[in-house]
């Protein structure tokens, strides 16, 4: 139980962190005015090491930090990440063993699923001109950086779910 | 008498008082100084033999300092160093304060009917893609939505959003922050709005131009006050292009802001003005 807290607890300073980071003027590298984002895939590696309850949680954590942040109708991250979440968490428990080559595979459809609805959200409902610019421009970046640091975050999230725990 | 005179001990008393008297009468004489002068000079180049000798002797019986001592001045200088780099900080951050109070009182001087606070960047929304922020400065310090945002170069945007201690800015690059504006030379009118292609180049456009328009490139281009939201003659670009909307093929001109909104870092809220409704 006790490396159960301190695993979450290292979990829910790792997002903060790097969700500050994230929003940081002049911090992270852009290319194009697109920066790299941790926060998502982080999300994603912990449903995989920890499952589907948990996985949901801190989807709905991230979901939560994302939607308070600037010009976001409250709701849309929340449900989204809270989602796959659960689904991330479902299929490492259910149906495969988490290696890098499966996390890095189930990752990467996450994310691409995650940045195609917030840019159906944000963009295509909105109905803003150049939709289709804003994808291949912004979006596919978006995705390329989500996928280039899927390694980084497994590498750091790992440790935290193999040494914290009990067994 | 006699013998006491015949004593060799009186002719030398004699011999010394005549000698003494002599040199006394000579230092008020010529002669005096050539003799000190030549007497320095014979014996100067002893003096500074002897004084090397002297110094090399004083240095070789100088006590050396111990390892304690050395290590007892290497941590005061540290002590000291970082006192010095804590105050380094200091004075760059008050010269970064008197800087940004200069041109509050400037612009203040330039625009004496506007109400405004200064604001600083908190953070930069990674996914808003027409580069709006968020300030530190809320409800309680009078921010309101649809507040104008300002630099002393001229306008970033407007509130969107506001909560108690912070409020949420989209910049003119986005197609949600529309003004009414005008080229200061020509007079034309137009609609200030961004889009995403003109976003990505740091430019925003001057939209529904009249056909019969005589903007030129290198215009200056204001806010016309029309709607009340915005305060007239603030400066918002200058005109880099004119071009036909690939939508409508209405005119429009590419407008580059003058104040730079990806590096906003400090800004000026405006709180109320005269046009205001």
């Not at chain 2, 000798?53 to 300092?65: Q, V």
Request: charged share 20%; glycine share 8%; net charge neutral.
């Amino acid at each position: 139980m006790q490396y159960k807290i301190f695993r979450y607890f290292a979990y829910s300073l790792e997002m903060i962190i790097f969700f500050v980071l994230d929003r940081t003027p002049i911090m992270m590298l852009d290319f194009w005015s697109n920066r790299a984002s941790l926060l998502v895939p982080i999300v994603f590696m912990i449903a995989l090491f920890e499952g589907e309850e948990v996985g949901v949680s801190f989807g709905v954590f991230a979901g939560i930090l994302l939607d308070s942040s600037v010009g976001y109708s409250w709701g849309f991250f929340v449900i989204l990440l809270g989602i796959l979440g659960y689904i991330i968490g479902l299929i490492s428990r259910d149906i495969i063993n988490v290696t890098f080559l499966t996390a890095m595979l189930v990752c990467a459809v996450a994310t691409v699923v995650f940045f195609i609805f917030s840019f159906f959200y944000y963009n295509f409902a909105q109905r803003y001109q150049n939709a289709w610019y804003i994808f291949w421009r912004h979006y596919l970046i978006k995705i390329a950086f989500g996928l280039l640091t899927l390694p980084i975050v497994y590498y750091l999230n790992r440790p935290l779910a193999i040494n914290l725990n009990e067994q | 008498m006699r013998n006491f005179l015949k004593k060799d001990g009186l002719k030398i008393l004699i011999a010394f008082v005549l000698i003494t008297t002599g040199v006394a009468i000579l230092n008020f004489t010529w002669i005096a100084p050539k003799i000190s002068a030549g007497i320095n000079y014979i014996t100067a180049p002893l003096k500074k033999v002897s004084g090397a000798i002297f110094g090399i002797a004083e240095r070789s019986i100088e006590r050396k300092k111990t390892a304690e001592e050395y290590e007892n001045e290497i941590a005061q200088l540290k002590t000291e160093n970082t006192k010095l780099k804590s105050q380094l900080i200091d004075y760059y951050e008050t010269k970064r304060e008197n800087a940004q109070y200069l041109k509050f009182y400037d612009f203040k001087k330039q625009n004496p009917g506007l109400k405004f606070i200064s604001g600083k960047v908190l953070e930069k929304d990674n996914n808003d893609l027409f580069k709006g922020f968020t300030l530190d400065q809320g409800t309680i310090n009078g921010v309101k939505i649809n507040d104008p945002i300002v630099t002393d170069k001229g306008l970033i945007g407007r509130v969107c959003e506001v909560f108690d201690s912070s409020c949420v800015v989209k910049t003119i690059l986005s197609p949600e922050v529309k003004a009414g504006v005008l080229d200061v030379k020509t007079g034309d009118n137009g609609v200030l709005m961004g889009n995403i292609r003109l976003a990505d180049q740091n430019l925003t456009g001057m939209m529904y131009l009249p056909s019969q328009n005589t903007i030129e490139i290198g215009d200056t281009v204001v806010t016309s006050g029309l709607g009340g939201t915005y305060p007239k003659s603030l400066p918002v670009g200058i005109v880099k292009e004119l071009s036909y909307d690939d939508y409508d093929s209405s005119l429009f001109a590419k407008i580059e802001p003058l104040a730079d909104i990806k590096n906003a870092v400090e800004v000026f809220i405006i709180t109320d003005f005269a046009e205001r409704k």
